[in-house]
C-alpha cells in the first residue's frame, strides 16, 4: 500500500493509472495476460512502492532489461508452470513466455547523418506529431539514428509519417532485434564518504554540494528523491534510489542513481557508490 505522504502528492492522472493497474490485476485472476500503456520511471515507482496486485505475477518490461519505461504486466499465476524448476521470475524470463502478447513493436529510425540529433531532438519529433507519451517507450540513439520502442497502434503511423526530425530526413522502418537485445547506458561513476545515508548527505556527496547547499536545494524544491519532490534533509536514502537535482547557481544538476551504501571504511564513515546519467 503506498504510505500517506507519497499518496498525498499523486496527481488525478496517477490516481486514475492505479485504478486501471486494478482493472488490469483483476483480469489476469480471470486467466488472461493484461498489460498497461507505456511507464515513466515515477509511475513504475507508485506502483512497486503499492505492493503486489493479488494472485497474479507482475513484473515490467520495456523491450529489453534495463529499459526505464516500461509497461507493467499481469500474468495469470499458471505462467510460472511454464519456468524451469527452481528459476527465479525474472523479468528477462517471464517476458518471453508473452512474446506474442507483448504489446511492444521495435523500430529504427534511419538517420542521414548530416545533423548530429539527440535523445531531445527524437523526442521532440515524436511528440510534435501529437502522440501521447504513454504510446512511447525508451529512445535509444546509436550510431545509425534511434531505436524506439512504441505500441503497437502506432507502429503504422510512426512508418508513415515520422520522415523528418528537424533539418535531417530519416525514414522509419521496423527493427529487427536479437532476442537478446540489450542497450549499455553511459554513467559516470561517483564515490566518496559520508557522515551517514541521509537525504542531504548523499546529495551533498554526488551534486559536489555543501552539506548546507544540500539541505537550501531540498528546502527550495530542486530535489526528488525517487522521482517525489523531497521535502526532508534526514530522509535516509538506499541501494537503487534515484535522487534527480535541478541545476541552479550552486549546482550543475543532474540524476544519480545510488548503487551501494552498504561498506563503512576503517573510520565508520559509510563508502557511497553512485552512478551520474549523462
Known amino acids: 500500500m503506498l504510505d500517506t505522504r507519497l499518496f498525498g502528492q499523486l496527481t488525478d492522472e496517477e490516481r486514475m493509472l492505479m485504478r486501471h493497474i486494478d482493472e488490469l490485476a483483476a483480469r489476469a485472476e480471470d486467466g488472461a495476460p493484461a498489460f498497461s500503456p507505456f511507464l515513466s520511471p515515477r509511475e513504475r515507482f507508485i506502483l512497486e512502492q503499492s505492493g503486489s496486485s493479488g494472485d497474479v505475477i507482475r513484473f515490467f518490461w520495456g523491450g ?23 528459476a ?5 524470463l517471464l517476458a518471453p ?9 521495435p523500430l529504427r529510425i534511419k538517420a542521414s547523418g548530416s545533423v548530429n540529433l539527440s535523445h531531445r531532438d527524437y523526442m521532440g519529433a515524436l511528440l510534435g506529431l501529437g502522440l501521447e507519451r504513454s504510446v512511447l517507450g525508451d529512445i535509444l540513439p546509436d550510431e545509425e539514428g534511434a531505436i524506439i520502442f512504441v505500441l503497437p497502434s502506432i ?9 523528418g526530425i528537424g ?6 522502418i521496423d527493427a529487427s532485434l536479437p ?4 542497450y549499455t547506458r553511459t554513467f559516470e561513476p561517483v564515490a566518496g564518504t559520508i557522515a551517514s545515508p541521509r537525504l542531504d548527505a548523499v546529495l551533498a556527496e ?9 539541505k537550501e536545494m531540498i528546502r527550495r524544491g530542486f530535489v526528488e528523491h525517487n522521482h517525489f519532490t523531497a521535502a526532508d534533509p534526514d530522509a535516509p536514502v538506499r541501494n537503487g534510489d534515484v535522487l534527480s537535482v535541478r541545476r541552479d547557481g550552486k549546482c550543475k544538476g543532474g540524476k544519480f542513481r545510488i548503487d551501494s551504501l552498504d561498506e563503512r ?7 557511497l557508490k553512485a552512478r551520474k546519467y549523462t
Do not use: M
Request: glycine fraction near 4%; charge should be negative.
Open 64 to 86: 529489453y532489461g534495463d529499459a526505464e519505461r516500461t509497461l507493467a504486466c499481469f500474468l495469470p499465476s499458471y505462467y510460472s508452470y511454464q519456468l524451469e524448476e527452481g
Open 88 to 92: 527465479s521470475p525474472t523479468p528477462e
Open 97 to 105: 513466455l508473452v512474446r506474442e502478447e507483448l504489446p511492444i513493436t
Open 155 to 163: 507502429a503504422d503511423f510512426l512508418k508513415s509519417e515520422l520522415t
Open 167 to 172: 533539418r535531417d530526413r530519416v525514414k522509419t
Open 179 to 182: 532476442e537478446d537485445f540489450n
Open 206 to 214: 554526488v551534486a559536489r554540494l555543501s552539506r548546507e547547499s544540500a
Open 265 to 271: 571504511s576503517a573510520k565508520g564513515r559509510v563508502r
